[in-house]
C-alpha cells in the first residue's frame, strides 16, 4: 500500500489491485496549493467546507462518501465516524472519520477532528496501524492536542497534515510545534510517499514525515 500526501488534509491512498482513495481533496482557492489531478475509485469528505469537499477535483470516482457508514468497495473495508459530538450539532461537531481496511493495514484518517476523541470514538477507530493526523490547529487539532490523541490510539506509524506551508493561504501552525511537542527535531528527511505492508508496521509509534506533492 502506497499513501501520497497532496498538502492540507488530502491523501492518496493506493494498493495493487483494490480500490483508490482520495480523502478531503481541496479548492485551491481556499487553502493556495496547486490545482487537484487526481483519479480514484473512492472520495471521502470529513466535513463541509471548501478545503475539504471539493470532490469535483477528483476524476473517475463512483464512490463519494461524506459521513458515518461501513462499505466494501474494490476490496477497501472503509468505515466513517462521527467525531466531536451527535449529528446536526454544526459544522465543527459533524466532522467525519474514516478507517481504511487494505488487506490488513488499517489506515486512519482524523479529518477536521477539533477536540481529543473520547475513549468510546477511540475504542471505534479500532487498531491503527497508520494514522493521518491534524496537527495546526484552526479547524483541526493543535499541535499539543495532536500530540494528547497520538498516545492515546497508539497508531505504529503517524503522518501529520493540515498544518503550515509556505505556499498555503489558511492560518494554521507549521510542523515545528508538532515536532517540539512530539520531542523531535526540527531537522528531518521528508519522504515522497509511505509504502507500507502489514510485516512493516512498527510496534513502536513513529513519525513519518511525508512531502507533499503540489503540481
Known amino acids: 500500500m502506497e499513501i501520497t500526501w497532496y498538502g492540507h488534509s488530502c491523501f492518496r491512498i493506493t494498493e495493487r489491485g483494490m480500490a483508490t482513495v482520495v ?34 477535483a477528483v476524476k473517475g ?19 466513517g465516524l462521527f467525531t466531536g459530538g451527535k449529528k446536526g450539532l454544526g459544522v465543527e461537531k459533524k466532522n467525519s472519520a474514516f478507517v481504511f481496511d487494505y488487506d490488513g493495514v488499517n489506515v486512519l484518517h482524523l479529518g477536521a477532528i477539533k477536540d481529543v476523541p473520547t475513549k468510546t470514538e477511540i475504542e471505534a477507530f479500532g487498531t491503527v496501524d497508520v494514522a493521518l493526523v491534524p496537527v495546526g490547529g484552526g479547524s483541526g487539532l493543535s499541535a499539543a492536542k495532536a500530540a494528547e490523541t497520538i498516545s492515546m490510539i497508539e497508531p505504529g506509524i503517524v503522518i501529520p497534515m493540515h498544518y503550515q506551508l509556505d505556499v498555503s ?46 503540481k
Open 61 to 79: 470516482s463512483s464512490w463519494q462518501i461524506t459521513g458515518p457508514g461501513e462499505y466494501e468497495i474494490g476490496g477497501v473495508f472503509l468505515t
Open 169 to 214: 493561504k489558511t492560518d494554521i501552525a507549521p510542523l515545528e510545534k508538532f515536532l517540539k511537542e512530539m520531542g523531535m527535531s526540527k531537522d528531518y528527511t521528508a519522504e515522497p510517499s509511505l509504502k507500507i505492508k502489514t510485516s512493516g508496521i512498527p510496534e513502536e509509534t513513529q513519525v513519518v514525515i511525508l512531502e507533499p506533492v503540489l
Open 23 to 56: 480523502t478531503d481533496p481541496y479548492d485551491v482557492e481556499a487553502v493556495g496549493y496547486s490545482p487537484l489531478n487526481l483519479k480514484a475509485d473512492i472520495v471521502t469528505v470529513s466535513h463541509d467546507q471548501p478545503g475539504h469537499n471539493y470532490i469535483k
